[in-house]
């Protein structure tokens, strides 16, 4: 199916995401957005050019692809009245510059990772992923119908911003190491790249943490300045060349069990919006998150097969090593409690998580142990 056939069948169908729960502004999940559609002023008129400052190069598999899924959707549902510049990391600001700079008004949107900027607030943490989580499908069904999506504006709200899920990694593995960790001890002193509070959990471990950008992380593996690193899957992993220089690939991480992206409007652009272009958005942004999900489950498995015939051992955390995880993931999101708009979105995010996982476990997750006990898939 293409493009325009989606995200039509998107804006009639009313459903976004088989197994994500995505739904089309619905009504019980989307009342204060749609209400806020409904107030903005109908201003624009005439073909619009929007800048969006992204966080990677151009090209990066999942998560660039999500930002040219939708900025083309954009354009293509608003029949060409609607165009979206991409501006890739360091083309107009760095890339974890891109908050400010829509933030302040010197670009339109940006497109990233919202825990990239969870030292402007901790509970942006929550809008990526945090470790321990939810899982992507727990994680859009607190978004779209838990009361997370409010949650985001909310926190857009003090930085003048109007915020969207726009893309989705899906379970991202505990990353890229130069050698086997047996024990909690071989975390001490590693340095490693991983950004978000799972960085700070793991710094809690005893590992030298780095949070860089995307685009410099192979380069980074490749001088020695770091011992490992996470990024997204094997197959957004295997584009960047990381299997080229570690062996070691632990594909269950305690991070990032499900991962979201983000596009952030400066609000005085999005309020210029008329209504239907500003539910556009919504859905444009909803349909890519959909469409990223899905991708990286068709293609990961068939990267992750390439990989290991490239000499890449595929490896599993020791459960003392997942048991330090644990601690330390608990003491890393304790500390922001203080905040109370943070612990308001814990709070809620946990209460979210806690009731889909009971379904889950004696519905989704029984059947997918049966299956396997009686056809090996």
């Known amino acids: 199916m293409d493009r325009r056939s989606f995200v039509t069948g ?36 005439g073909k619009r050019t929007l800048t969006m400052v992204t966080s990677v190069p151009h090209g990066f598999a999942v998560f660039d692809s999500a930002a040219v899924y939708f900025a083309n959707a954009v354009t293509e549902m608003t029949d060409g009245q609607i165009t979206i510049e991409k501006k890739a990391a360091g083309e107009l600001v760095g890339a974890f510059e891109v908050f400010d700079a829509v933030s302040s008004g010197q670009a339109d949107i940006y497109h990233s990772a919202d825990y990239y ?14 470790p321990f989580g ?27 911003l109007k915020s969207f899920l726009c893309g989705s990694t899906n379970m991202q593995p505990g990353g890229w190491f130069n050698k086997e960790i047996n024990s909690a001890d071989d975390l001490s002193g590693l340095k490693f790249r991983m950004p978000g509070i799972g960085g700070k959990a793991l710094e809690l471990t005893g590992a030298s943490v780095q949070s860089l950008p995307g685009g410099e992380i192979y380069q980074a593996l490749a001088s ?21 220089i570690c062996k070691f690939y632990y594909t269950g991480g305690f991070h990032e069990p499900g991962s979201a992206l983000c596009a952030s409007f400066n609000r005085d652009i999005y309020d210029s919006l008329t209504p239907s ?12 998150t959909m469409h990223e999900s899905v991708g990286a489950t068709a293609n990961n498995a068939a990267a992750l097969e390439r990989i290991v015939a490239q000499g890449v051992k595929p490896m599993e955390f020791p459960d003392d090593v997942w048991d330090s995880f644990g601690v330390a993931a608990e ?28 379904w889950l476990d004696v519905a989704d997750r029984t059947f997918v142990r049966q299956r396997a006990r009686v056809l090996g898939v």
């Open 134 to 160: 939810a899982t992507t499908e727990e994680l859009m069904a607190w978004y779209y119908h838990g009361g997370g999506h409010d949650l985001h504006d909310k926190v857009g709200q003090m930085f003048n």
């Open 117 to 130: 900027f969870g030292g402007q607030h901790p509970g942006l943490y929550y809008f990526t992923s945090v």
């Open 10 to 45: 998107l804006a009639i169908g009313g459903a976004v995401g088989a197994g994500a729960g995505i739904a089309l502004q619905n009504q019980d999940s989307q009342k204060s957005a749609k209400t806020e559609t409904v107030a903005a002023p109908a201003v624009a008129t």
């Open 277 to 288: 272009q500003q539910s556009v958005m919504f859905n444009a942004a909803a349909a890519a």
């Open 224 to 244: 020695g300045a770091i011992d490992g690193a996470e990024w997204i899957g094997p197959y957004a992993d295997e584009k960047l060349g990381f299997q080229e």
């Open 331 to 358: 003491k890393a999101m304790d500390a922001y409690m203080d905040d109370d708009l943070y612990k308001e979105i814990r709070q809620s995010y946990n209460a979210s998580v806690t009731q889909s996982a009971k």
